[in-house]
């Protein structure tokens, strides 16, 4: 799949194409809906079809210091955006001279001249443009007058409340992995590359797999039952985690520790993902190590639990 960049020439084949316009970051059934839209169209007139996002995050432009929040990095959204069936993903790369582009000059000049769009899809909240001052009846004034046809997808409905970003955090947030996946169409994943930590789980007999958080939005720190992937052999593992501080050893260190069942491999320096299926209780901190391991042992039995129920 092609992963286009908006300061580079578009190429030649991809001119004229149906592009999908938004942050798009968890890729939830709003996302995919206003995505659907653009891929259905641009198939009916044997057009490419790209789904853009930006990247930073526009809010991380503009508040810097704001705790992190992302669902996605760009290789996960790639790979989404791919298996929805579009031509390429583009990547509007937020900074100051995209924060000070009007709303004329985003349609008229990036999309019509750089990207030669034929036609664009958003949500019916979409803005753009310094000072977010183009809105959805703006973007199809524009559009018309530079051949730019311009369609919005109303809100997907859950529960009496649409489909958005905040509600999938919120819900990580809480521990309600089931809502966040309902919202997702997936369990919500941390992708990262395994390092050596300091081996206490080899210590007491459950080896981990260390992965730093990085960007991604923190969930409810406590104990998952987590499915793994790595990332170059396809290989799929089923486990219990840890995300948090690990508050019986010192110093605190903010980490997600997944630790396989069944596994005994080494991990060290591979790209995993691991997804989040069932809240099973908060961090805590223990006394002794024997009362650690006898809650891991209770907590990868209903991991094992957990799992063994999740639809496949």
């Known amino acids: ?83 929805a069936g579009a031509t390429a993903m583009l990547v509007f790369h937020f900074d100051a001279e995209l924060a000070n582009t009007t709303a004329e000059d985003f349609v008229k000049v990036l999309l019509a001249e750089r990207l030669g769009a034929a036609g664009v899809v958003t949500g019916e909240d979409f803005t753009f443009g310094k000072g977010r001052a183009g809105n959805r009846q703006r973007l199809v004034e524009l559009g018309a007058e530079c051949g730019i046809e311009a369609r919005a997808v109303p809100p997907v409905m859950d529960s009496g409340a649409p489909v958005s970003s905040s509600r999938v955090r919120e819900a990580l947030q809480a521990g309600d992995c089931e809502t966040a996946s309902r919202l997702l169409t997936r369990p919500f994943a941390i992708r990262g590359v395994v390092g050596h930590g300091d081996k206490r789980g080899r210590e007491i007999g459950y080896p981990t797999a260390n992965l730093t958080i990085e960007s991604y939005l923190r969930p409810r720190f406590g104990i998952y039952a987590v499915t793994g992937k790595v990332l170059a052999t396809g290989q799929e593992l089923l486990g ?51 009362d650690l391991i006898a809650q891991m042992d209770k907590d990868c039995d209903e991991a094992r639990e957990a799992l063994s129920a999740r639809p496949r």
């Open 1 to 83: 799949m092609r992963f286009l960049d908006h300061r580079e020439p578009l190429p030649e084949p991809l001119r004229g194409a149906v592009i999908a316009l938004g942050n798009f970051d968890g890729f939830h059934l709003g996302h995919q809906a206003v995505a659907g839209e653009a891929i259905r169209w641009a198939h009916a007139e044997g057009r490419p079809s790209i789904i853009a996002t930006f990247d930073p995050h526009p809010v991380r432009y503009f508040k810097p210091d704001v705790p992190p929040f992302r669902l996605t990095t760009l290789e996960q959204r790639q790979e989404l955006y791919l298996a």
């Open 240 to 290: 219990a985690a840890n995300i948090g501080v690990r508050p019986t050893f010192d110093p605190p260190k903010e980490l997600l520790e997944p630790y396989f069942f069944d596994f005994s491999g080494d991990l060290y320096g591979q790209e995993i993902e691991v997804g989040f299926h069932r809240f099973l209780r908060p961090e805590a901190k223990f006394d002794s190590l024997d």
